[in-house]
């Protein structure tokens, strides 16, 4: 069990970095925030990878591959929802 949760913040913390790569501009997130976006971006993966497939409405963990793009997802969407800050001096 506590194996699990170790892999899980690893691949999350894997998975959000990747994204914040990916995704243009600045992000102000911390190292805990950043895993924090990958281990929702693998369950964001995992339930779009199990509509895609016909499984049904799964909540589970995803692999790397479906934690970067579900952290990718999670980014775009909290950088449009937060937009673009103009510092003006």
Do not use: C, H
Request: proline share 1%; no cysteine.
């Amino acid at each position: 069990m506590i194996w699990n949760i170790i892999v899980l913040i690893v691949i999350g913390a894997i998975a959000g970095f990747i994204a914040r790569a990916v995704i243009p501009g600045k992000q102000d997130l911390s190292i805990g925030l950043t895993t924090v976006l990958g281990i929702v971006g693998s369950l964001v993966g995992n339930l779009l990878g199990s509509l895609l497939t016909g499984d049904g409405f799964e909540i589970g963990t995803a692999g790397i591959i479906g934690s970067i793009i579900g952290a990718i997802i999670v980014l775009g969407i909290y950088v449009m929802t937060t937009g673009r800050k103009n510092i003006s001096r």
